[in-house]
């Protein structure tokens, strides 16, 4: 399974941004598919994550998840094995690279697995 994000780049403060993220392989089913993102010399951190069935949670931790919501949407077609989040009202704390990721497992498989795409860079200027 490999990850191909796209959408990134630079804006201005208040600005907007679609990222996109689409899975590609064969013969596996997908549990998750999420945002996660790294700031220079911070640790990564989760932004989004949305499941198979629908559950959306956002922000690994409760300061992010208070910062996100409400400006990002994290949503998913999985019949077309991609994951989007629209970022608005981006503030310049959001610069970071965004890194899509996916829990998967094969058909018939119960052990998740998990991958990571490649990262596209977010820059929020003030």
């Known amino acids: 399974v490999q990850l191909q994000a796209s959408g990134g780049g630079l804006v201005q403060a208040g600005g907007s941004l679609r990222l996109s993220c689409v899975a590609s392989?064969?013969?596996?089913?997908?549990?998750?598919m999420g945002w996660y993102r790294q700031a220079p010399g911070k640790q990564r951190e989760s932004v989004a994550e949305?499941?198979?069935?629908?559950?959306?949670?956002?922000?690994?931790?409760?300061n992010l998840a208070a910062s996100v919501q409400g400006r990002f949407t994290i949503s998913a077609d999985y019949s077309k094995k991609t994951v989007y989040l629209q970022m608005n009202s981006l503030k310049p704390e959001d610069t970071a690279v965004y890194f899509c990721?996916?829990?998967?497992?094969?058909?018939?498989?119960?052990?998740?697995?998990?991958?990571w795409g490649q990262g596209t860079l977010v820059t929020v200027s003030s």
């Open positions: 392989g064969s013969g596996f089913s997908i549990n998750a």
């Open positions: 949305v499941t198979s069935e629908g559950i959306i949670k956002y922000g690994g931790t409760t």
């Open positions: 990721n996916i829990k998967w497992r094969y058909y018939g498989r119960t052990y998740e697995r998990e991958n």
